[in-house]
C-alpha cells in the first residue's frame, strides 16, 4: 500500500465506520476527487476535531488532487481539537511574498509565493508558487513548492509542480529532526 493509501485510509477512518468505507472505496476505484468531497462533508457533519496538522494534511491531499480551491473553505471550517498541532493550514490569510527571496532564483523568477502550511515549532513555511496570469488572479496550478526560512526571506528547499506531498513531508521531517 502506497503512502498516500495509508494516509488517506488514515483520515477516512476519522469518519463512522459506513461514510469511512465509502472514502476508503473512492481511493480504490480512483475516484480522490469525490472521496475528498465525502471526507470533509463527514468531518463537518459530524463535527469531528482535528488537528492542525490533519486539517493540513487535508489540504495537501486537496491540492494534489485538484480540489483545494474548491474544499480549503470547508477544510478551515473544520472543528478545531484545541490542540496547536506543529503544522498549521494558514490558507487564504490573504499574505504573500514578493518575488524577491534568496535561493532559487531562477526558479521562481516570476511566481508569486503564497504561504500555505506552517511550522509552529521551526517556523518554516511551505508555500505554492503561482504565475500571475494577463488577467490579474495567480494561476490555478502551482508551479512549485517552496519550503522558506522563518522570515521567509530565503528557500530552503525548493520542489516541483508535482510535489505537494513531497514537500509536506520535508516539512514535517525538517522539523521533527529540529526538534
Not at 101 to 123: F, K, M, N, S, T
Not at 149 to 168: E, I, K, Q, W
Amino acid at each position: 500500500m502506497t503512502d498516500d493509501a495509508v494516509i488517506w485510509n488514515r483520515l477516512a477512518a476519522l469518519l463512522p465506520e459506513a461514510e469511512a468505507q465509502e472514502v476508503k472505496d473512492c481511493w480504490d476505484i480512483g475516484e480522490q476527487e469525490a472521496g475528498l468531497g465525502m471526507l470533509v462533508s463527514g468531518i463537518l457533519g459530524h463535527q469531528v476535531p482535528i488537528s492542525d496538522t490533519v486539517r493540513a494534511q487535508i489540504s495537501v491531499l486537496a491540492e494534489t488532487w485538484g480540489e483545494r480551491e474548491a474544499l480549503t473553505s470547508r477544510i478551515l471550517q473544520c472543528r478545531d481539537e484545541g490542540e496547536a498541532g506543529p503544522l498549521k493550514l494558514v490558507e487564504g490569510d490573504g499574505s504573500i511574498v514578493p518575488e524577491q527571496i534568496a535561493g532559487a532564483e531562477q526558479d521562481l523568477a516570476g511566481v508569486v509565493l503564497v504561504p500555505w502550511i506552517v511550522c509552529a515549532r521551526c517556523g518554516q513555511v511551505l508555500m505554492r508558487a503561482h504565475v500571475r496570469e494577463t488577467w490579474g488572479d495567480l494561476s490555478y496550478l502551482a508551479r512549485h513548492y517552496v519550503i522558506t526560512t522563518p522570515n521567509r526571506a530565503t528557500v530552503s528547499r525548493l520542489f516541483p509542480a508535482d510535489s505537494a506531498g513531497a514537500a509536506f513531508v520535508s516539512l514535517q521531517r525538517a522539523c521533527s529532526d529540529a526538534s
